[in-house]
């Protein structure tokens, strides 16, 4: 009789897992999909939940409109167990609705958004820390004046979508990796104020150029697009952003600082499936926790030798051991 009354037991716990598990995902962006970088990395990561754990998935584009903010937000939160967004200029609304869903998880990725209640989980990137290795990486490059496309000038360039202390962060890393391998290399950068307007990211990327400038880190999603199309025109080196972007224009995109949005929408999700999740949670992910990098494949290594990707890496890994501190802008 014991043994039977254990078996009932653990059939009414495992339905009661079973029941409990999350069985719908929303993905709420401030933007849209397209991107081939920061938006897109996050979709990666949604569709791999329905691969991995066969849950529904509904992914909610505002396109940068602040009038969808609210309806979007509300829409997701009654039809999800799980809502992932990128709250950029929404931070507001997002207390609002998850006030008023205390019961379902709400996980803010790229800025911090703390409510009262406790309820948001924030998704932090030390993004210095991959921006350090681009600032490596074109320090590196323009000294290396046998390359075609390299001037004596010691001057490298940053095209951010906008003014933000996401973006300054990136830029204030970049600056650092930068002077690490020469204190007197010079950083140029221009925010162009759009985050979907590739002519935009192009007309500064030529402005750079122009002045001297022969590698630039684009760190204005689609935006950038506009830079990695100028390098091509120009003869110039780039590095992509958030995801691998190196393909996009081959030859003269370097590397990419990986943003892993999608491992890190997986991380997170795997927590709450295995029950370890907490409400009001700050996951602070940097290069040790392998969620930020940079992409080195094939079309680095069209542009670097071998010995010079081997220091690249060295350096890199170095970071993540602690060996290099990167200093954070937000300290």
Known sequence: MKRFS??????????????AAPQKVAYVIN???????????????????????GVQTRVIE??????LYYPSLLTAANWADVVF????GFEEELKTIAAQFPNKVFVNIDTVVEDEQGIISNIDYIEEEGAFMAGVVAGIVTTMTELE??????????????????????????????????????????YVGSWDDPAKGKQAALQLYSQGVD?????ASLTGSGVLQAAQEEGKYAIGVDSNQNGLAPGHVITSD??????????VFRDIVDGRYEPGTLYKLGLKAGAIGLAIDEYTYQILPKETVEKILQIQKDVADGKIVVKEYRE
Do not use: M, W
Not at 8 to 17: A, C, G, Q, R, Y
Not at 62 to 67: A, E, L, R, T
Not at 258 to 267: A, C, F, M, R, T
């Open 6 to 19: 254990f078996f009932v037991f653990i059939i009414i716990l495992f339905s009661f897992t079973v029941l």
């Open 31 to 53: 933007g849209s999909l397209g991107d081939q970088s920061f938006y897109d990395s996050g979709y990666a990561g949604i569709k791999q939940l329905e691969n991995d754990y």
């Open 62 to 67: 505002c396109n940068f409109d602040p009038s």
């Open 85 to 88: 967004v990128i709250s950029y």
């Open 149 to 190: 496309g390299i001037n004596p000038q010691k001057l490298i360039g940053a095209v951010g979508g906008d003014d933000d202390i996401v973006i300054r962060s990136f830029v204030y890393g970049y600056e650092q990796g930068a002077h690490y391998i020469d204190p007197e290399i010079e950083v140029r950068t221009i």
């Open 215 to 219: 590698v630039i880190f684009q760190i």
């Open 258 to 267: 990986l943003k892993e949005v999608g491992k890190s929408i997986e991380l």
